[in-house]
């Protein structure tokens, strides 16, 4: 065992729980914070050797904070991992590696999306950079409704090998999961062009590569018209997405679906809100 905690928040998650928990093997101690799944996903967990501790949906940032907080973690570091997630022996081996030396306080680790079976080696923005892996007494997530990152006290590094991300749930699912999501980036639009980012990672074109992308995001993408359709072009056209084949096709279009929703979702929130 490592010096590290991984630590995981479901919820209806028994399709996904076990794989992860078998990818992490000996990497350090497994909690699963359960928000209250009706499935066999804390049973399946606890079967495979994580401890299971149930607290009540409180949002995205929120839920992993309450964990930093309340979980009998005894680790310096922390790897934070979503359930449809997986981690490679290789990625194992780095983790065990870059956690034994001195510094940095966290890494950035490259995430692989395997859509549909297959690995979206164009239609994607890989690597993909993450903030997972953390010294737990430095980092804490940002207030942010969805998509939050860490916000670290100190210097982060980059992780070469990369987590695979593998959601194994139906379409149906993957349209009902981003609406989601949009409604909440939706909020989040407006709370930014209000001026409302307390607590939030700030952004500057001058910063570091994540200030610099929460800039080009607030600043530039969520202003552009038919943002959609550069959305599909550049995933699919620019990206060479069409290499990926029919996978590459239906994820470039999902993406582009997706950000239609949130303009929705902005205008139906701009007229409730008058």
Not at 26 to 45: I, K, M, N, P
Not at 80 to 102: H, M, Q, W
Not at 260 to 271: D, G, P, S, W
Request: glycine content about 8%; aromatic content about 12%.
């Amino acid at each position: 065992m490592t010096n590290v905690s991984v630590v995981v928040c479901t919820l209806q998650e028994e399709l996904h729980i076990e794989r992860l928990i078998r990818s992490v093997g000996d990497l350090g101690h497994v909690f699963v914070v359960d928000a209250g799944s009706e499935d066999r996903t804390r049973e399946l967990a606890e079967a495979a050797g994580a401890t299971v501790v149930v607290n009540h949906w409180a949002g995205y940032s929120a839920q992993k904070n309450w964990a930093l907080e309340a979980l009998p973690l005894e680790t310096e570091w922390v790897f934070f991992l979503d359930a449809d997630e997986i981690v490679t022996p290789k990625l194992a081996r780095e983790i065990r590696s870059v956690t034994s030396t001195g510094d940095p306080d966290g890494f950035h680790v490259p995430r692989l999306n395997v859509f549909h079976g297959r690995v979206l080696r164009h239609a994607w923005w890989y690597p993909d950079f993450q903030l997972r892996l953390f010294r737990r007494a430095k980092g804490r997530f940002e207030a942010r409704l969805v998509h939050e990152h860490v916000l670290l006290d100190g210097e982060a590094g980059f992780l070469e090998q990369p987590l695979i991300h593998e959601n194994l749930k139906s379409l149906d699912e993957f349209r009902l999961r981003h609406e989601r999501y949009a409604a909440l980036e939706a909020a989040e639009i407006l709370r930014a062009r209000a001026g409302d980012t307390i607590g939030q990672r700030s952004g500057s074109f001058f910063g570091t590569w994540p200030e610099r992308r929460r800039a080009l995001k607030t600043r530039v993408w969520y202003r552009l018209p038919g943002r959609p359709f550069i959305r599909f072009a550049w995933m699919y056209l620019l990206k060479r997405g069409f290499l990926d084949g029919r996978a590459g096709l239906l994820y470039s279009y999902l993406l582009a679906q997706y950000e239609h929703q949130i303009n929705l979702k902005v205008r139906e929130l701009e007229r409730s809100r008058g």
